[in-house]
């Protein structure tokens, strides 16, 4: 079955990096969509970053755009968001989700979802 797994949230101070990873299964990495979605505490699930299944389309909210950079290496069926330049603003719980749309950058445009990670970033 569909499944995708988070890993790499921690806490960092405010102008750190962290690079979180999307473990995927079930599906083919190269001919699907994959983005990332962070959920803020107390506040609703907002798009971060998408990279279309053909990896040539990248797509970023313009909160995080020249600080993350989203990436797939479809050998080892991962994609990757890097995050540099960190703020407190950052903190939230991040998703990564598969999307049968070339580009997707709302909530509803993905069908799966994996089950989160925590990134705390500190002022």
């Known amino acids: 079955q569909v499944q995708l797994v988070e890993s790499g949230g921690g806490s960092v101070q405010a102008g750190g990096s962290l690079r979180l990873s999307c473990a995927v299964s079930g599906f083919t990495l190269s001919s699907n969509t994959v983005g990332w979605f962070r959920q803020p505490p107390g506040k609703e699930r907002d798009f971060v970053a998408t990279?279309?299944?053909?990896?040539?389309?990248?797509v970023y909210a313009d909160s995080v755009k020249g600080r993350f950079t989203i990436s797939r290496d479809n050998a080892k069926n991962t994609v990757y968001l890097q995050m540099n330049s960190l703020e407190p603003e950052d903190t939230a719980v991040y998703y990564c989700a598969r999307s049968p749309f070339t580009v997707a950058t709302r909530l509803r445009e993905y069908n799966y979802w994996g089950q989160g990670t925590q990134v705390t970033v500190s002022s």
């Open positions: 990279l279309s299944w053909s990896g040539g389309s990248a």
